[in-house]
């Protein structure tokens, strides 16, 4: 009886202690959840992982998403640890305008931070590709002009689909 109610209570400690990812995990797992979560529109589950501080200013930047921009796929890229408390995640998202027949690619850089044991967004930036995807102003097309649009640097090229 005695080894069994050992038993018991090892495996009841050994599933406690593995229950909570920590550290890069954690970080990794908040910054994969919020990823999701952005690219099914879910806006009111994204903005639980970004600091109440930088709400107002993330809300301002994906205030087109949904309407003007329409995200086709967004993916974890990569992250990096700067510190026990810090990291740098990178997010790659297709999107396109309804308006235009054009799908476009950008590169998002986030810093993460650990707040009081739970992971949030402080900061996200443009790190290549498209411009457009945070609400910047976007370059007009110059009509009848056979020259090749400005070139922004991308990690993937720009496909577009014409009549």
Known sequence: MRKLFFVVASGACLTGCLGQPTGA???????????????????ELVMERVAPAERDTYVASHRGWGNAVRIA??????????SKE?????????WYEPTAQELRMTTLRQTWKETKGDWLLFAEARADGDIGL??????????NSSAPAEHH???FR??????
């Open 25 to 43: 995990a954690a970080a990794q797992e908040a910054a994969r959840e919020l990823t999701v979560n952005l690219r099914f529109g879910r806006m």
């Open 153 to 155: 640097p991308a990690q």
């Open 158 to 163: 720009t496909v577009r689909i014409t009549d």
């Open 134 to 143: 945070l609400g910047e102003p976007t370059p007009a097309p110059a009509e």
């Open 73 to 82: 796929d967004a993916e974890l890229a990569g992250m990096h640890l700067v």
């Open 86 to 94: 810090e990291a740098l995640v990178i997010v790659r998202v297709a």
